[in-house]
């Protein structure tokens, strides 16, 4: 067991693709809590497929390395301000705070977020230039535009005075200067023990500690995590169970566990400024206290910034339903959507007058559209409707969610940009140059005005723009807007799309899909080079006559069919369009897929 005096609690923060993982990789090397002969793989804290895949740390996760007997425990956050509510959990656990700077792109959208979050618990910041070995480092530059930004979110001058340590993550150096060529990492460990304060709390004070995380267990249930205020906590203990609203139960601690290096490691007891998981409160909640009995004092709840999109999430019911999911029915989504509101404190489900449907409210796109992908490779079966705003009231002012809009771009495609930014509603906060032909704008635009916008952004650019944006708050309504200039092309009737079918259709407009493609009537099939929506039969098959010629079918050519990714499908949807999500298929469709159902629901729309 380690007094708190060898102990520090840090978490690092930065901007997606900054290095922060692959920095805590090589601290875990480094501290030696591997065998020298022992396999390890690259980016070891990303454990979950999605975060592999995308280069980017979805969930907080908890681990610790050793140097010279002195425990650092290490929270890996989130960089993406959709996983915000990760963020502002964990922050409370720690101490201090490794602010990771890329040394070239400086502070961004995400890190200014993180930071605030750090600055307004009042948390040590160390400042970390990383990748200081590109050959476009700037790190002058960078350091002036990190105090620069400390300096706008009014840091105090104890944390304006921040020590500064320059790193290559990827070859696993550290240095306090940029004249100092780095070895190892032990810069970086002595500046954390240095300045990382030893947690507060006294170990005889009566137990004190908030639930910052909870998880399931197959073997032991679920399972609370969060540091030690006050106070010892015991495998066995009896607890007071503090909930949000100050009512109280008791309850007995089961296991009891810290983290050593990758693992977790069971202890009888452990003492104020630990980070702990522990089983046997099976009604935990994040943001409950847990605390001694005889008295039981709560500690302020976690409350986290409110969710800024909905979409509804619907059982699917098109014609091709239950063909490859396992789970389908209202019962099965909606037990898997309270379940995941336990632990994604940022997310809020609510039920619909329609058993079937389901009003779900997150952080932006991203978050939401990882909760989809997470939920299909689950094997869940469902529809869900276009992502949309969540408006408030000030009286009788409406107000809507405003984000800040940081794009990098080719000089030469500003115009362009700022073009479709206007239509957006986006004002121009700032222009600067980067350098090497590059610029980065800032926009303040409302956040209805950023769906559809990453795939239109790579389109004029040809896939050269970088995005971030960050949630600002709410000011008035801004206006209307269009959202999309074309119509789509609908499918007539079900079956398999035919080459002979797409080739006829596809000057009308540009494909979604290929041959053999199995389509049903009201299934969207591809874009419409008008604005108005268009029936087309795509199964057709060519009538057969006496004459045969060897060449006709192969004289027959389609365009490369458009691809979309789970979050470009979201982006795209009309407000009457649905995204049927399976675990092998997205296919877009109507909401109603008749086409006299939807002329119906057309002339009953037009006359209100």
């Given amino acids: 067991m380690h007094s708190k005096q060898n102990i520090r609690n840090i978490a690092i923060i930065a901007h997606v693709d900054h290095g922060k993982t692959t920095l805590v990789d090589g601290m875990l090397k480094q501290s030696g809590i591997f065998r020298d002969n022992q396999l390890v793989e690259e980016r070891i804290m990303d454990s979950n497929d999605l975060e592999r895949e995308r280069g980017i740390t979805i969930l907080a996760k908890n681990t610790s390395v050793f140097y010279n007997d002195i425990k650092i425990n290490i929270v890996d956050t989130p960089g993406h301000s959709d996983f915000g509510g990760e963020v502002e959990r964990v922050l409370k656990m720690v101490d201090g705070v490794l602010l990771l700077v890329d040394a070239f792109e400086g502070p961004m959208p995400q890190t200014r977020f993180v930071l605030r979050k750090a600055l307004e618990l009042n948390l040590k910041p160390i400042v970390v230039i990383n990748k200081i070995d590109r050959p476009d480092a700037r790190i002058e530059q960078v350091l002036d535009e990190v105090l620069d930004l400390f300096i706008e979110l009014e840091a105090s001058e104890e944390q304006l005075d921040f020590p500064v340590v320059y790193t290559s993550a990827k070859n696993g150096t550290a240095a306090l200067d940029t004249d100092t060529a780095g070895t190892n990492l032990k810069p970086l460990f002595e500046t954390i023990i240095k300045h990382v304060p030893e947690p507060d709390g006294e170990v005889n004070d009566p137990l004190q500690l908030l639930v910052n995380n909870t998880e399931y267990d197959n073997y032991q249930g679920r399972m609370a995590l969060g540091r030690i205020n ?193 239509t957006r509603r986006g004002e121009v906060q700032n222009v600067t140059n980067m350098g090497g032909g590059q610029i980065r704008l800032e926009f303040k635009v409302p956040a209805r005005g950023l769906i559809g916008f990453r795939t239109q952004l790579l389109t004029e650019t040809n896939g050269h723009a970088v995005m971030h944006h960050v949630f600002h708050g709410y000011e008035p309504y801004k206006g209307d807007m269009k959202r ?95 995204l049927e999500v399976t675990p092998s298929s997205l296919r877009m469709r109507k909401k109603l897929l008749k086409k006299h159902q939807r002329e119906k629901a057309a002339k009953k729309n037009k006359g209100r």
């Avoid at 449907?357 to 952080?363: C, I, L, T, W």
């Avoid at 869940?380 to 809507?400: H, M, N, Q, R, T």
């Avoid at 795509?538 to 050519?557: G, P, Y």
Wanted: hydrophobic letters at 35%; glycine letters at 8%; one cysteine or more.
């Fill in 230 to 422: 006050r106070g010892t906590i015991k495998s066995g203990q009896k607890v007071a169970v503090i909930r949000h609203d100050g009512t109280a139960e008791t309850a007995r601690v089961g296991r009891l566990y810290t983290f050593e290096g990758l693992k977790r490691v069971e202890v009888q007891e452990a003492q104020c400024g630990e980070i702990v998981a522990f089983s046997g409160l099976e009604n935990i909640r994040i943001g409950d206290t847990v605390a001694d009995p005889e008295r039981p004092e709560q500690l302020p709840p976690i409350y986290v910034d409110e969710p800024t999109l909905k979409m509804n999430f619907i059982v699917n019911d098109s014609p091709f339903a239950g063909q490859e999911g396992k789970f389908l029915t209202s019962r099965e989504l909606r037990a898997r959507l309270y379940k995941e509101v336990e632990k994604n404190v940022s997310l809020r489900v609510r039920d619909t007058e329609n058993p079937e449907v389901f009003e779900v409210s997150g952080r932006g796109e991203l978050h939401l559209a990882i909760l989809i992908e997470t939920m299909r490779r689950e094997g869940y079966e469902l529809a869900v409707s276009k992502p949309e705003v969540i408006f408030k009231k000030d009286g009788s002012v409406l107000l809507e969610p405003i984000e800040l809009l940081y794009v990098d771009i080719p000089e030469d495609k500003m115009g362009p940009v700022m073009e479709i930014l206007g």
């Fill in 484 to 578: 999309r200039y074309h119509g789509v092309l609908i499918a007539s009737e079900t079956g398999e799309s035919t080459l002979y079918g797409l080739h006829s259709v596809q000057d009308r407009g540009t494909l979604f899909i290929t041959p053999g493609t199995k389509v049903y009537e009201g299934m969207i099939v591809g874009e419409n080079n008008r604005e108005r929506d268009l029936e087309v039969n795509v199964c057709k098959k060519k009538h057969l006559t006496n004459i045969r010629s060897s060449t006709a079918e192969a004289a027959l050519r389609l365009e490369e069919p458009r691809r979309f990714s789970l979050e470009e499908a979201l982006e795209y949807l009309g407000d009457d369009e649905l």
